[in-house]
């Protein structure tokens, strides 16, 4: 599997010198060899990479979704207020 029987695990989250290439992530633009061991790790492991320059990060959007949520519930309460002073 290895490109190149000199390439050397190269895993972005832990040092590692191993040669048993199992797969090549690209990972922020590189595309990395890992071995067997690292993969392993890495397959069942909750680490993300890609091409995309800025990752993204669930937390702040789960926060922009509950902010529009309250938005949505603050203008409905108050479209609901102003129709029983209306009437």
């Known amino acids: 599997m290895p490109k190149n029987p000199t390439d050397r695990c190269r895993n972005p989250w832990k040092k590692c010198d191993r040669?048993?290439?199992?797969?090549?992530?690209?990972?922020?633009g590189d595309e990395l060899p890992i071995c067997e061991r690292c993969w392993a790790e890495i397959a069942v492991s909750d680490?993300?990479?890609g091409n995309d320059p800025k990752p993204k990060e669930p937390e702040k959007y789960q926060?922009?979704?509950?902010?529009?949520?309250?938005?949505?519930?603050?203008q409905?309460?108050?479209?609901?207020?102003?129709e029983k002073e209306s009437t």
């Open 19 to 28: 040669h048993d290439i199992v797969v090549f992530i690209d990972y922020k």
């Open 47 to 49: 680490h993300e990479w």
């Open 63 to 74: 926060e922009k979704e509950d902010e529009e949520e309250e938005e949505i519930e603050c």
């Open 76 to 82: 409905e309460k108050n479209g609901k207020s102003l």
